[in-house]
């Protein structure tokens, strides 16, 4: 249709788009995808293109990975949501044909693909900074709101993969970048991290130190000074042990509680009201008991009358005002009585009638209360809550689930489209006490290749990902290794591809790193 070179050239810029979508739109994820199909197409040259996939043995196999989902519709019941997976995946498809098959990428174009592509993820968490202090107008509920454009999990892994480039370009690749661009790098190397704490995934943030601490280590060997490399290599095997006392000492603080003396409790509150004491209730709040030193009477009252929202009515996250306030409180050490509830804030308010359930929640920038929350959650169902709306015990459950699933479709697995319909079908038998809404898949990207494909396409699936790393010999390459790695941890704590905004980047990444110009570490020294 057009000249070769425009063909090159709309290939070229559609990529950098693409890369510059995928923390900012899903939707134009898909519409730069088609742009590249279309394309290919109409660039013809299918002579050239036939013999670059005829001598790619390396494309095929990683191609075998959508070949197996094909296979999988083979022996599954439930067409509709086969389908339904194929279409999520065809960029597994799509990518690895139109850049394993295209003229090959220059080192320096997928330079700058990452750069644009870092700066878009720098927007994005800009964008989202804004949102959470209020200056843009999207509602903010939860800290799973602040990502705005897509999946604050697919967020986090690309502020932890910007970042790597970022510590690429800065101290690995020997390249002289423009003054603005480094600083830029500069910059948003300390930004992202600080704002991926606040966007509190755990998954994230664990991939996040493992990531810099490897990084880490591998710089220790560039350093000359045999004197500084010892210190820095010292200091990387203490991070470990700080992160392990970091965990150590907020679930000895948690459970650090108050100590009660029943002969001393107080029976009425300055009002001469009485309160209610259920000492058999080990429900706690930093350290405080939640059901010590209540009267709802008083607290009510005053309530209704600071208060639109009524006590008996609910917060905008859908839980009990009642149940908040009293969490809330005990959280700041108060009584709940009257004279409790004079020492709340308008912000303490606001925050009861949002959903916020401790004051330690406020803290944006700080890990601790999301490693608070994940103790509290697991606190509450040992002492017999349900584990709805608990994110660390319902993964614990949805693994369980799958596990069982996949030893009891061990050899074949139970095809590509009837995932679903199996998590549905254990739930039900074993009268899970997920709530409907709850009852979800493994969320371990391992074990859903297992269910979906048994062991032998489980096989076939991790030789996809793998084998291709080898036959290209990247296993040296910076970007492929930290790509992967990313990747691989990602794949423990989530199905990191059965989402559009997962098998994007996932099958464009790749395909960069594997299939294209080799990032390779500087030499020691």
Not at 153 to 164: N, P
Not at 357 to 372: C, D, E, G, M, T
Not at 377 to 391: A, C, F, M, Q, T
Request: proline share 3%.
């Amino acid at each position: 249709m057009f000249p070769r070179q425009i063909h090159e050239q709309i290939y070229f810029w559609s990529l950098v788009l693409l890369a510059v979508s995928l923390p900012l739109s899903i939707f134009f994820t898909s519409v730069f995808q088609i742009v590249l199909m279309v394309n290919w197409v109409a660039e013809a040259q299918y002579g050239e293109k036939w013999q670059r996939f005829k001598s790619d043995r390396a494309l095929w196999l990683f191609l075998s990975l959508f070949g197996m989902h094909l296979l999988g519709m083979l022996w599954t019941t439930d067409m509709a949501y086969g389908l339904k997976d194929i279409r999520i995946k065809l960029p597994l498809l799509v990518l690895p044909l139109v850049i394993g098959t295209s003229v090959p990428l220059l080192r320096r174009q997928t330079d700058l693909i990452l750069h644009f592509f870092t700066g878009a993820v720098c927007v994005a968490s800009l964008a989202s900074a804004l949102a959470l202090t209020g200056l843009l107008p999207f509602e903010i509920n939860g800290y799973r709101d602040i990502s705005l454009f897509i999946s604050y999990i697919r967020f986090a892994l690309m502020i932890v993969f910007a970042t790597g480039v970022i510590v690429y370009f800065l101290f690995f690749s020997g390249l002289r970048l423009p003054l603005f661009l480094r600083w830029f790098y500069i910059v948003n190397l300390i930004w992202l991290p600080l704002f991926l704490l606040a966007l509190k995934s755990l998954s994230g943030i664990a991939i996040f130190i493992i990531l810099m601490y490897l990084l880490l280590l591998r710089l220790t060997f560039r350093i000359r000074k045999v004197s500084i490399r010892f210190m820095v290599f010292i200091f990387a095997l203490i991070i470990p042990l700080v992160s392990a006392g970091y965990v150590g000492y907020v679930v000895k603080r948690f459970y650090t509680t108050e100590l009660i003396v029943p002969e001393e409790v107080d029976r009425l509150t300055a009002e001469g009201n009485a309160y209610l004491n259920l000492t058999e209730r080990k429900e706690i709040e930093n350290g405080h008991f939640v059901w010590m030193y209540v009267c709802r009477d008083e607290l009510e009252r005053e309530w209704n009358r600071v208060s639109g929202v009524d006590f008996n009515g609910m917060t905008k996250n859908g839980n009990s005002i009642q149940e908040t306030l009293l969490r809330y409180m005990t959280s700041k050490g108060l009584r709940k009585d009257a004279e409790g509830f004079s020492r709340l804030t308008q912000k303490d308010i606001q925050a009861v009638e949002n959903g916020i359930a401790n004051y330690i929640y406020h803290k944006k920038f700080s890990l601790y209360p999301r490693v608070y929350e994940i103790i509290w959650e697991i606190h509450r169902v040992r002492l017999g809550y349900s584990p709805n709306d608990k994110s660390i015990i319902q993964r614990w459950l949805y693994l369980e689930a799958g596990r069982t699933i996949a030893a009891e479709n061990f050899w074949i697995g139970v095809g590509t489209g009837d995932i679903y319909k199996a998590f549905k079908t254990y739930y039900e038998n074993t009268n899970s006490p997920l709530n409907e809404n709850r009852r979800r898949r493994a969320h371990n990207q391992y074990l859903t290749f297992l269910i979906d494909f048994g062991i032998f396409g489980f096989i076939i699936c991790m030789a996809a990902i793998i084998g291709p790393v080898f036959m290209k010999k990247r296993w040296d390459s910076y970007m492929a290794v930290v790509f992967l790695l990313i990747m691989g941890l990602s794949m423990l704590n989530e199905d990191t591809i059965e989402t559009s905004a997962g098998v994007t980047p996932f099958a464009l990444f790749y395909m960069m790193f594997i299939f294209g110009p080799h990032y390779r570490w500087l030499e020691d020294g």
